[in-house]
T-cell receptor
Framework: NAGVTQTPKFQVLKTGQSMTLQCAQD?????MYWYRQDPGMGLRLIYY???????DKGEVPNGYNVSRLNKREFSLRLESAAPSQTSVYFC?????????????FGPGTRLTVL | GDSVTQMEGPVTLSEEAFLTINCTYT??????LFWYVQYPGEGLQLLLK?????DKGSNKGFEATYRKETTSFHLEKGSVQVSDSAVYFC????????????FGTGTKLQVIP
């Protein structure tokens, strides 16, 4: 049981390049989330998916797109990377059946945009 | 809007010292409250939680009590260890909707031998 896995762990991009961050969970959770973590700002929600086939914007969606490929996988795409997107990105998942259920986080992807 | 305010770090303590990390929140209604811990190079892990007023969450020697009257959820531990060195995040969440979690900015704790 690996929990939430993310790839890659590290990535360096040049401004304007595109890339996709991958996330997968093996806990059969319905809900999945993408956050970014910046110094002094805590975690901010980029997008979330309440269930397979649905996605919605969070607090900071501009410059990102997501795909809920199936119940296990939720990817985050940067179409044209900008230096402001340098951050650590965390994926999380949660079983939505009980309102007290916690979110489980992946280990993160550290992205640098030059 | 909802917000969480934590004490600024870093907090540096000697091993076996008493720890308090303050957390207060602003929210309409009664959210669930959480403390998450992030060890170096890892994702966040749930440390403890409380879902209603006067609940006490506890785990691994850490405790926090949901205080509605002061809108606070301070984290405490009686005797810290070097292995407790990490960043601690206070967070709140309402039920319903997509269960949005609002995080504080995090407090870095360094415990020295």
């Amino acid at each position: 049981n690996a929990g939430v896995t993310q790839t890659p762990k590290f990535q360096v991009l040049k401004t304007g390049q595109s890339m996709t961050l991958q996330c997968a969970q093996d806990m059969n959770h319905n809900s999945m989330y993408w956050y970014r973590q910046d110094p002094g700002m805590g975690l901010r929600l980029i997008y979330y998916s309440a269930s397979e086939g649905t996605t919605d914007k969070g607090e900071v969606p501009n410059g990102y797109n997501v795909s809920r490929l199936n119940k296990r996988e939720f990817s985050l795409r940067l179409e044209s990377a900008a230096p402001s997107q340098t951050s650590v990105y965390f994926c999380a998942s949660r079983e939505s059946g009980n309102m007290y259920n916690e979110q489980f986080f992946g280990p993160g992807t550290r992205l640098t945009v030059l | 809007g909802d917000s969480v305010t934590q004490m600024e770090g870093p907090v540096t303590l000697s091993e076996e010292a008493f720890l308090t990390i303050n957390c207060t929140y602003t929210a309409t209604g009664y959210p669930s409250l959480f403390w998450y811990v992030q060890y170096p190079g890892e994702g966040l892990q749930l440390l403890l939680k409380a879902t209603k007023a006067d609940d006490k969450g506890s785990n691994k020697g850490f405790e926090a009590t949901y205080r509605k009257e002061t809108t606070s959820f301070h984290l405490e531990k009686g005797s810290v260890q070097v292995s407790d060195s990490a960043v601690y995040f206070c967070a709140l969440r309402f039920s319903g909707g997509y269960q949005k979690v609002t995080f504080g900015t995090g407090t870095k704790l360094q415990v020295i031998p």
